[in-house]
């Protein structure tokens, strides 16, 4: 992981000084008479190859952003998601492993000088690398099959310094995501540095969720065997990659692991009194007794109480094309100023996207209707509406959690019961609601 914030930045400024050289290219090429369809889908090949060789070179922010990104693609035109898958693959590709010998010194600082006593194998090749860090396989001393997560040196300043730089090259990934407004995710993943960093964090909410689903016939969170800051060994967990069944599932699998997805994120506020904040595809495992597994929660959010009732009550009402009382739900919850009334067409606009899924019975989430809300989202941030929208913080996450999965469903192209899922685990939006397990 290169550490030298000079070093990591000389590698962010690269990507703009690419852009400039390609869109230059561009227009001499116009200049000569080429179709300018052919032309900007070169361009966008080009950036997108570009920008996530870079990020994924980076680790830290940089890579952690990018596979933020990557959960959108369902929302990208046709002619873009053949160059844009093709450039995701580099966000592991190059990412180089961290080396055996740093891997030991990690592990004799946070474990101890005779860490390797505690386990019976270890894997000095990693199995997985991650953003800030890399998993290895092992085996515990008691025959447990583990995973040993170790967080790379020098992370908590490359994220920082990451998203700094990241901040300054927004207008660049208008190019690779057209549509998608990417600063809020950017300025919410900087406020979030700290808790990322810290693997006791996260230990403490992976063994709620796994203590919350422990006998679970749909779901299964591996235990935490043991942690230090910048070490965290759980259970090791097996199955099919949720993000390989949206490349070669069929569409029984798909269907299957759109529903448990759906379950897992609705339900966890209610179960865990958490909600999973990092809903990326390889964080999910289709297991082979038909269960979903899930790993990852460096990133999660307090909801004691379960999701805020306003959002399953805005649902409601949108359906119902009740949009004064929707407007003052909003008003009220201060996710729009007080102003001047609405157009109830902006208003819809605004909110059925929300509602559409749970309509009827069962929806089929496509990329197609994905990519058409997109386009309706950049019409309204034309419009007056997104003037007044001023999202709370408590909001934040939940709104974020809310639009990835929603990608990553209309990846899965799934067919699934959505509206019993809503109306199962989310407060307000029946009149009388049932809840639980």
Known sequence: M?????????????????????????????????????????LQRRTSHHLFRVLGELKGGAMKFGQMLSVFEAALPPEVIGPYRAALTLLQEAAPALPAEQVHAVLTE???????????????????????????????????????????????????????????LIRLFSVVTPGLDVEPMLRELRERVADELDYRLEAAAQQTFADAYRGDKQILVPDVVTF?????????????????VIRDG??????????????????GPERAGLLHADPHPGNFRLLEDGRLGVIDFGAVKDLPDGFPPALGTLIRLAQAGKWAAAEEVLVEEGIITPGVPLDPAALGSF???????????????????????????????????????????SYVLV?????????????????????AEASRWLPGFTEEQPTGP
């Open 228 to 244: 230090t800051q910048r070490v965290l060994v759980t259970e090791w967990l097996d199955g099919t990659p949720v993000a390989t």
């Open 399 to 419: 709104n974020r959690v809310v639009g990835q999965a929603t990608a990553v469903l209309c990846q899965l192209e799934c067919e699934i019961p959505f509206r």
């Open 250 to 267: 069929e569409q029984a699998e798909r269907d299957r692991a759109g529903l448990l997805y759906t379950r897992f994120l609705f339900s």
């Open 110 to 168: 946070e474990l101890g000088a005779r860490w390797r006593d505690r386990f019976t194998e270890f894997d000095d090749t990693p199995a997985a690398a991650a953003s800030i860090g890399q998993v290895h396989r092992a085996v515990w001393e008691d025959g447990r099959r583990v995973a040993v997560k170790i967080q790379y040196p020098g992370a908590g300043e490359a994220l920082l310094g990451d998203y700094t730089q990241l901040g300054r």
């Open 351 to 393: 909110l059925l996207p929300l509602a559409t899924p749970t309509a009827e019975h069962t929806y089929h989430f496509t990329r197609e209707w994905l990519r058409e809300e997109v386009v309706q989202a950049v019409d309204l941030r034309e419009g007056g509406l997104l003037r007044r929208f001023n999202l709370p913080p």
């Open 2 to 42: 290169p550490r030298s914030p000079l070093a990591r930045n000389a590698r962010l400024v690269s990507l703009p000084l690419g852009f400039a050289g390609r869109s230059a290219m561009r227009f001499g090429r116009r200049l000569l008479g080429q179709p300018v369809d052919l032309i900007t889908s070169e």
